[in-house]
């Protein structure tokens, strides 16, 4: 199916974007379902735009957190778990900020542009606070314990430098993997759209899942047209089954 066997002892890397949880019901970010109430996300998605109406920005996450909160992980995201389980060499280097891939039950991951379960001060204090899927919005704290000001998403918004360990991580990985896998992504938010180059330079065999083409196609050794949540679990499937 991918054009090449997948081996036991294959350092295997997934590299995901929205589209992997799309069929969890996460809209995506430059799907026709990528708007939220008129506003163009990367709009909202903004220090400038925290800085100038940080309640309106507040608003849109709990927004989200309660929309995703309502998603689940669908049979990409398990599938990969499973691999992972099944004790396979697997690592996840996500975009996505839904903390679909922690739910599903993958261990292994990098999430490069945070994750949306996460809050910290908006004026710098150390520390993350930590809720879950389960928080009611009136129950999200809003303030820094340290220092009162507004707590913010532990996320990376558009105009932010990524976390420098996130980088070394996934660059680590991605020089050291044998068959990488890139999931659901439009391959245009940079660095994270670069990411895959380490990997196809460092010698790596890589396999695109999407609903259509994009510029990552041409990197590609096959891009497989369709929905991850099926194509994913057919992938894996003989893996699981052999064990
Ligand atoms: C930075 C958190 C240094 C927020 C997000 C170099 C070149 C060009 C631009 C830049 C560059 N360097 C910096 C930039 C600017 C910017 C950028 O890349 N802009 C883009 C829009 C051009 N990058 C940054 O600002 C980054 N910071 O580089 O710091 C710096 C600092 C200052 C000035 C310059 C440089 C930070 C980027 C992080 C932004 N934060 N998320 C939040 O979510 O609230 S990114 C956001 O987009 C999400 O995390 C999302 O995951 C991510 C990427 O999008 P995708 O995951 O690819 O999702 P998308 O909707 O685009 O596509 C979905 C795909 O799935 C599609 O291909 C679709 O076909 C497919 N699909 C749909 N359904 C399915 C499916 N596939 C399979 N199965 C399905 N069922």
Request: proline content about 6%; glycine content about 10%.
């Amino acid at each position: 199916m991918i054009g090449r066997e997948i081996r036991r002892d294959d350092r295997i890397t997934i590299l995901s974007g929205a589209g992997i949880s799309a069929e969890s019901g996460v809209p995506t970010f430059r799907g026709e379902d990528g708007l939220w109430k008129g506003y163009d996300a990367t709009q909202l998605a903004t220090p400038e735009a925290f800085a100038s109406d940080p309640e309106k920005v507040l608003e849109w996450y709990i927004w989200r957190r309660k929309m995703i909160a309502d998603c689940s992980p669908n049979p990409a995201h398990e599938a990969i778990a499973a691999l992972e389980d099944a004790g396979y060499d697997v690592a996840v280097i996500t975009q996505n900020i839904d903390n679909l891939h922690r739910r599903s039950g993958s261990k292994t991951i990098v999430e490069l542009h945070g994750n949306i379960f996460k809050l910290r001060c908006s004026g710098g204090c150390r520390g993350i606070t930590q809720i879950s899927e389960t928080t009611a919005p009136e129950d999200v704290p809003r303030d820094c314990p340290t220092c009162g000001r507004l707590l913010r998403p532990h996320i990376v918004w558009f105009g932010e430098f990524l976390d420098p360990d996130d980088i070394v991580a996934a660059q680590h990985r991605l020089s050291n993997t044998d068959l990488l896998f890139i999931v659901g992504t439009s391959g245009v938010v940079h660095p994270a759209a670069g990411l895959g180059y380490i990997a196809k330079e460092a010698g790596a065999y890589v396999v695109e899942i999407n609903i259509g083409y994009t510029p990552l196609s041409d990197m590609a050794d096959v891009t497989l047209l369709g929905p991850a949540g099926q194509i994913l679990p057919k992938i894996f499937a003989p893996l699981l089954k052999a064990q």
